[in-house]
């Protein structure tokens, strides 16, 4: 069984974990002409490139960094948010996706939403079945 949680709680726990410093995040884009970027943040130009995959990383003070890295292709929904901004919702999904890495006791099974985007039916308990 999988938790349905809110990336707010999500952060809430991963930065009050021990040795926590930072968590960033931002979008993958690639260009007209084949250059990948890793932007910080969710800002892309569609005109003149394509949005690929979001990416995070979680950093601590007493252990390595934990950085995830999704293709938007694996991700990518079909509800209204991920129509209207797909940058925010790729960029979510690479942090969750790393919060889970990063604390598998704490988040190990817990997503968003938007991540499990109807293709995971939730019963009344709030825990979803794959």
Known sequence: AYTVIGQTLVAKKVFSAPGFQKAIRGIIVESKEGNISYREGKYYNPKREELVGGWAEIHYDNRDRVR??????????????????????????????????????????????????????????KEVKA
């Open 68 to 125: 995830s890295e999704i293709a938007l292709s694996e991700v990518i929904g079909t509800s209204p948010n991920w129509k209207k901004s797909p940058a925010t919702m790729v960029a979510k999904c690479a942090f969750m996706d790393c919060a889970r890495t990063a604390e598998p006791n704490m988040m190990g099974g817990c997503y968003d939403a938007d991540e499990v985007d109807g293709r995971i039916r939730m019963d009344e308990s």
